[in-house]
């Protein structure tokens, strides 16, 4: 008997594949080591552990890897989890709700960014995607279409000036199509034609 746990994107077809026992295999010939390796190569899987229960049964636990972006890079999109490591290219659509990021190098600077734009609430649920600028900072795109230029440093600060702004000046309402944030302490917007 095989007593799964933990599977919840993993195609459960990989899993039996890593597996690799056969009915009627003696308890001690199965690979435990080499199972446990098998199924921490599969895209999902995080960690495994894999454990003997005699006289004949396996218990495989699974931890599997947490979607927090989506990457689009050369036309196609990816998962990226919270350690910025690309998942899987297939059934993407199941995690629209999440940001959408681009630019060669932007998974491994996901988890830092997400943080950034989590310190502020009230401003994380605007946002619709994240550019990543010469692989050195974001420019940041709301629902409504206006892009935030963070700069390369100081990100956070940046973020908290822009809640500020959006609270005191209600820049973030729809009549500016570009905050830049780049020079510390000053703001530069542009507006939106027709504004």
Same mark, same amino acid.
Not at 43 to 58: M, T
Not at 89 to 98: A, Q
């Given at each position: ?70 990457? /689009? ?6 998962? +990226?989890?919270?350690? !910025?490591?690309?998942? %899987?290219?297939?059934? #993407? *659509? ?68 822009? /809640? ?6 209600? +820049?973030?309402?729809? !009549?500016?199509?570009? %905050?830049?944030?780049? #020079? *510390? ?11």
């Amino acid at each position: 008997n095989v007593y799964l746990e933990g599977q919840r994107y993993t195609d459960k077809h990989q899993i039996l594949s890593a597996l690799d026992v056969k009915i009627g295999q003696p308890m001690l010939s199965i690979p435990i080591r080499r199972i446990r390796e098998r199924l921490q190569q599969l895209d999902w899987v995080q960690y495994a552990v894999v454990d003997r229960e005699f006289p004949h049964s396996l218990h495989v636990g699974i931890v599997e890897r947490t979607p927090i972006a989506i990457w /689009q890079n050369a036309g196609q999109f990816y998962l +990226v989890d919270t350690e !910025g490591q690309v998942i %899987v290219s297939d059934h #993407v *659509e199941r995690f629209s709700d999440l940001i959408v990021l681009v630019g060669e190098d932007a998974p491994l600077y996901t988890p830092a960014l997400l943080s950034v734009l989590r310190s502020e609430p009230a401003l994380m649920p605007q946002v619709a995607s994240a550019i990543r600028i010469g692989e050195r900072r974001w420019n940041i795109r709301f629902a409504n279409g206006t892009e935030i230029k963070l700069p390369e440093k100081q990100q956070a600060e940046a973020w908290h000036f822009l /809640q500020q702004l959006a609270d005191k000046k209600h +820049v973030l309402e729809g !009549g500016y199509a570009t %905050v830049d944030l780049r #020079v *510390e302490g000053k703001v530069y917007l542009k507006q939106k034609p027709n504004s």
